[in-house]
């Protein structure tokens, strides 16, 4: 998928600009990479490694879906579509990059949290995820009635 993906970016012309392309072809060579480390971990039977790297790859293959929902709740949430211009907007610009990297970034900062043996650390983790999983809410109901409850 991540190669058609590319295909359909630089041969078919189908980003908005070039920074959106940059951004998805990123997204594209970032699964391709993650996912041969879930499968190297797995064959390697490091089930702790595979995790890891399986939950990048899934994170990063919900890019369109974290990039639609980042999107709308930032509509809601400003009123409008502030800092955006057909793709060429700086909010536009942010999210090209910002539907992959800062769920790898999350899942980086959860992944340490676990790991520690400091309960701020976690507590302070569990706060963040909540408070992003109501943001995603907010970019979910924004995205229903923007883009899907019309067409029902």
Known sequence: MSLDGLYLTWARGSAANLVGAIGISLN??????????????????????????????YLLVNGVWFFRVMLMAWILLNGGPVGMSHGNGPVDLLLAFADSLLPLAVLDLYLRSQKSRRSPQKVVMAIVLGLLTLLMGVGIFGAFKALWSPLL
């Open 28 to 57: 594209a060579v970032l699964i391709a990479l993650c996912a041969t480390m879930t499968w190297r971990y797995a064959r390697l039977r490091q089930l702790d490694r595979h995790r890891q790297w399986a939950l990048r790859t």
